[in-house]
């Protein structure tokens, strides 16, 4: 799949449209999702165009994997659900309903999240 610089996270990245910024380096931008589904919803997106989680891991530079690795973990922290726990989720393709074809991570903390995915 070609990456579409027109998607959301791509507008954000230009400061075309506003976001509210959790953290940022040279690499990573992370911001709160604007629907939030737990106390602590923040997205984390590389600033290098890639698609999802797959394109990332297979062509992305080892210094983009390491800092953003590192990021979501400081974000974590940051955000205070270290201690009490977060999930990370990441969607890749139409059976996760990845909506916004730009790779981010969702940290998601604040109350017990519950079981991984809705049981069949
Ligand atoms: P996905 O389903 O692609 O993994 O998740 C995309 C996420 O982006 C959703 O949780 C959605 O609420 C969030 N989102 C979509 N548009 C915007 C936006 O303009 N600003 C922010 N902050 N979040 C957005």
């Given at each position: 799949?070609?990456?579409?610089?027109?998607?959301i996270?791509?507008?954000?990245l230009r400061?075309?449209i506003?976001?509210?910024?959790?953290f940022?380096d040279?690499h990573?931008?992370?911001f709160?999702d604007?629907?939030?589904?737990?106390p602590?919803?923040?997205?984390?997106i590389p600033k290098g165009?890639?698609?999802?989680a797959?394109?990332?891991?297979?062509t992305?530079?080892?210094a983009e994997i390491?800092a953003?690795?590192?990021?979501?973990a400081?974000?974590a922290a940051?955000a205070?659900v270290?201690?009490?726990?977060?999930r990370?989720?990441?969607?890749?393709?139409?059976?996760?309903?990845q909506?916004?074809p730009h790779?981010?991570?969702h940290?998601?903390g604040?109350?017990?999240?519950?079981?991984?995915?809705t049981?069949?």
């Amino acid at each position: 799949m070609a990456y579409d610089s027109t998607n959301i996270f791509a507008r954000i990245l230009r400061g075309e449209i506003p976001c509210k910024k959790a953290f940022e380096d040279d690499h990573v931008l992370a911001f709160h999702d604007i629907h939030p589904q737990a106390p602590t919803h923040i997205l984390v997106i590389p600033k290098g165009a890639y698609v999802s989680a797959a394109d990332f891991g297979a062509t992305a530079s080892d210094a983009e994997i390491a800092a953003f690795t590192r990021a979501v973990a400081r974000i974590a922290a940051e955000a205070g659900v270290e201690g009490s726990g977060y999930r990370l989720i990441s969607n890749h393709g139409p059976d996760s309903h990845q909506e916004v074809p730009h790779y981010h991570v969702h940290i998601l903390g604040g109350r017990p999240l519950g079981r991984l995915v809705t049981p069949l």
